[in-house]
Nanobody, 120 residues
Framework: QVQLVESGGGLVQAGGSLRLSCAAS????????MGWYRQVPGKQRELVAT???????NYADAVKGRFTISRDNAKNTVTLQMNSLKLEDTAVYYC??????????????WGQGTQVTVSS
């Protein structure tokens, strides 16, 4: 059964921190690089951080140095530690395997996401 369950979002002041968690089914998690995406209304869902099966990470320029992605292969979980949050980080955050095309993103199964709201 395909499952993606994101949690940990909330309301935080600018400069604060949040830690997001994602529980994924093995069919998605195993043997796949995983990523965190975010989406604001009216905009395309964007990939902000990825972690390979071996733990190598990559980040979008907008979050580099502030966000840290990690995975626990034994628990099929992915986390995103977000520090020094900015107003522009406000979005719904989703996790999924790494998807490289808009078509893949539009056709993929997604969880419910978790809302992150950064206030001034």
């Amino acid at each position: 059964q395909v499952q993606l369950v994101e949690s940990g979002g909330g309301l935080v002041q600018a400069g604060g921190s949040l830690r997001l968690s994602c529980a994924a089914s093995g069919s998605i998690f195993s043997a796949n690089a995983m990523g965190w995406y975010r989406q604001v209304p009216g905009k395309q869902r964007e990939l902000v951080a990825t972690v390979s099966t071996g733990g190598s990470t990559n980040y979008a320029d907008a979050v580099k140095g502030r966000f840290t992605i990690s995975r626990d292969n034994a628990k099929n979980t992915v986390t995103l530690q977000m520090n020094s949050l900015k107003l522009e980080d406000t979005a719904v955050y989703y996790c999924n395997k790494v998807l490289t095309t808009i078509r893949e993103i539009l056709r993929a199964y997604w969880g419910q996401g978790t809302q992150v709201t950064v206030s001034s």
